[in-house]
């Protein structure tokens, strides 16, 4: 088991409702709202794949999908 | 919280057939209509009275019944601390925000002395209730409190209330920046979720001897006592002797 290295962030736009909770609290500053007020990620390679946007978001709008890289890097 | 609830029954690997959420009134109580479990949404504060008929004629099914802190302690006061004393083994889930949102910010038994509402334009003079020490005077064999800011913390009691055999009760402290948040200046939902982070502590900590303002977190008690649909049972199979 090594860090897991992200794959993509999928964000459901029809749900997001731009509550801003996922933005202030991820730890690597990875997420912004765009002129819509719907969150994108806006530096994805900060991502650590922690999830914890995923994991507070109230409308289960974002998926942080991860690929678990080998502890050889493979 | 919904979120919360699906990664504790993820993890608790429970099939959807398994399952009844039961809900009465309130914008906390539409969390039935968003999952697809065996759901009943019910009428106001009754929630608890609805899942002890479904419990009682189903007990091999897990009974969650998520309320606001208005359904569960102003309207539905006596069917929770009755079911608490009966110790029936469903899970309560209390979203406390101190306020009834969903009819437009009026106060409610949790909004606590000296909070504004849309009904206490002066300041409410009402005291609240301590929902963790209601819960443990009344029987409650599971009472844990938790808020929306801590996570992993949710998830976690929660999976640990469901597995509990007998009435567990969960406190999640919950952000309404609509009305509650608005009215108190307490600022969006990111800025409640940051009082939550600030105002709150793990139970018995060195902050809380220090700040004894500070919210505990945790389980606050847990403990083995006879379930009701086990008891009646037995009952039933006592009057049935000598009958078939």
Known sequence: MGKPKLKEHIINREWC????????????????LDEEEKVFAHQKEN???CRLCEFRCPDLAIEVVCEEKTARGK | MLNSLLRAIEKLGLS???????????????????VDFHTLHTIH???????????????????IVPMGDGDALAIGGNHFIHAARRNIDITAIVMNNRIYGMTGGQYSPLSGYGTLATTAPYTNIDQDFDVVELSIASGASFVARTTTYHVQQMADIIRKA????????????????????????????????ESYKTNTTSIGSKAKKENPELIERGIFAQKEIPEYCNEYNKIIKKAMKGHS
Do not use: W
Not at chain 1, 17 to 32: A, D, Q, R, T
Not at chain 2, 48 to 54: D, I, N
């Open chain 2, 16 to 34: 959807k057939n398994e399952i009844v959420m039961v809900s009465g009134i309130g914008c906390s109580s539409r969390i039935s209509g968003y």
């Open chain 2, 162 to 193: 469901i597995l509990h055999k007998g009435f567990s009760v969960v406190e999640i402290l919950s952000q309404c920046p609509t009305y509650f948040g608005r009215k108190n200046k307490a600022g969006n939902a990111v800025d409640m979720l």
């Open chain 1, 47 to 49: 991502c650590i794949c």
């Open chain 1, 17 to 32: 409702k731009g509550c801003g909770i996922c933005v202030h609290f991820c730890p690597k500053n990875v997420l912004e």
């Open chain 2, 45 to 63: 504060g009754r929630a608890l009275a609805f899942a002890t008929g479904v419990k009682l004629s189903r007990p091999e099914l897990n009974l």
